[in-house]
C-alpha cells in the first residue's frame, strides 16, 4: 500500500468520518432502544472519531487531495467501520466495547501497514502518528472492557473464548 500523501490524507479523513457516522447511527440505535450505557459509549467513539477527523483536515490544508469514489479506497470495508453485530438494541455494554475495540484494532493495523509499506517519508510518519493514537483509543477501551461487567453466557457464545475472534 504506497500511497501519495494527498492518497492517503484523503483515506484517512474518510476512514474517520465513516466511523464518526457509524458509530452515530449506533449511538442513535441505542438510545432508542433505552440501551443508555451503550448510546453513551458509542457517543464517545463519535468524539473520538470526529476529533482525530478534524485534526487530519486541519494537516491537510495547503494540499490538494483526491476526490475518491467508493470503488477507489484500498479497503473492502473502512477499518473502523465494523460489521452489523453491533446492530442488536439489546446490546450489552462490555459487547459494545469489544466491538469499538476491534473497529479500533483494525483502524491501528491499516496506519501501521500504511506505514510500514510508504516509501514516502512523511507519510510513513503520519501513518504512525495515526496509529499510535489509534493504539490510545485501544488502550482506553481495553480500561474500559477491565471495568465492565462481562455478560453471563454458555460457553459457546462467550465472546472471549479461543477461536471466537
Same mark, same amino acid.
Given at each position: 500500500?504506497?500511497?501519495?500523501? &494527498?492518497?492517503?490524507? %484523503?483515506?484517512?479523513?474518510?476512514?474517520?468520518?465513516?466511523?464518526?457516522?457509524?458509530?452515530?447511527?449506533?449511538?442513535?440505535?441505542?438510545?432508542?432502544?433505552?440501551?443508555? +450505557?451503550?448510546? =453513551?459509549?458509542?457517543?464517545?467513539?463519535?468524539?473520538?472519531?470526529?476529533?482525530?477527523?478534524?485534526?487530519?483536515?486541519?494537516?491537510?490544508? #495547503?494540499?490538494?487531495?483526491?476526490?475518491?469514489?467508493?470503488?477507489?479506497?484500498?479497503?473492502?470495508?473502512?477499518?473502523? +467501520?465494523?460489521?452489523?453485530?453491533?446492530?442488536?438494541?439489546?446490546?450489552?455494554?462490555?459487547? =459494545? *466495547?469489544?466491538?469499538?475495540?476491534?473497529?479500533?484494532?483494525? =483502524?491501528?493495523?491499516?496506519? %501501521?501497514?500504511?506505514?510500514?509499506?510508504?516509501?514516502?517519508?512523511?507519510?510513513?510518519?503520519?501513518? #504512525?502518528?495515526?496509529?499510535?493514537?489509534?493504539?490510545?483509543?485501544?488502550? %482506553?477501551?481495553?480500561?474500559? *472492557?477491565?471495568?465492565?461487567?462481562? &455478560?453471563? %453466557?454458555?460457553?459457546?457464545?462467550? &465472546?472471549?473464548?479461543?477461536?471466537?475472534?
Amino acid at each position: 500500500m504506497d500511497y501519495t500523501l &494527498p492518497e492517503f490524507l %484523503a483515506h484517512a479523513i474518510a476512514l474517520e468520518h465513516e466511523a464518526a457516522e457509524r458509530y452515530l447511527e449506533l449511538a442513535d440505535m441505542m438510545e432508542a432502544h433505552r440501551n443508555d +450505557a451503550v448510546s =453513551a459509549l458509542f457517543r464517545d467513539m463519535v468524539r473520538f472519531s470526529r476529533l482525530h477527523h478534524d485534526s487530519i483536515v486541519e494537516r491537510s490544508k #495547503g494540499i490538494v487531495l483526491p476526490t475518491l469514489r467508493s470503488w477507489q479506497y484500498r479497503w473492502t470495508q473502512p477499518p473502523e +467501520a465494523g460489521g452489523e453485530e453491533a446492530f442488536d438494541s439489546t446490546l450489552d455494554a462490555y459487547s =459494545a *466495547l469489544r466491538y469499538a475495540r476491534e473497529n479500533e484494532l483494525r =483502524a491501528l493495523d491499516y496506519y %501501521a501497514s500504511v506505514g510500514q509499506h510508504s516509501s514516502d517519508p512523511e507519510v510513513k510518519r503520519l501513518a #504512525g502518528e495515526f496509529a499510535a493514537e489509534e493504539t490510545e483509543h485501544v488502550e %482506553a477501551l481495553e480500561d474500559w *472492557l477491565a471495568r465492565t461487567p462481562r &455478560p453471563s %453466557a454458555t460457553f459457546d457464545a462467550d &465472546p472471549d473464548r479461543p477461536g471466537s475472534r
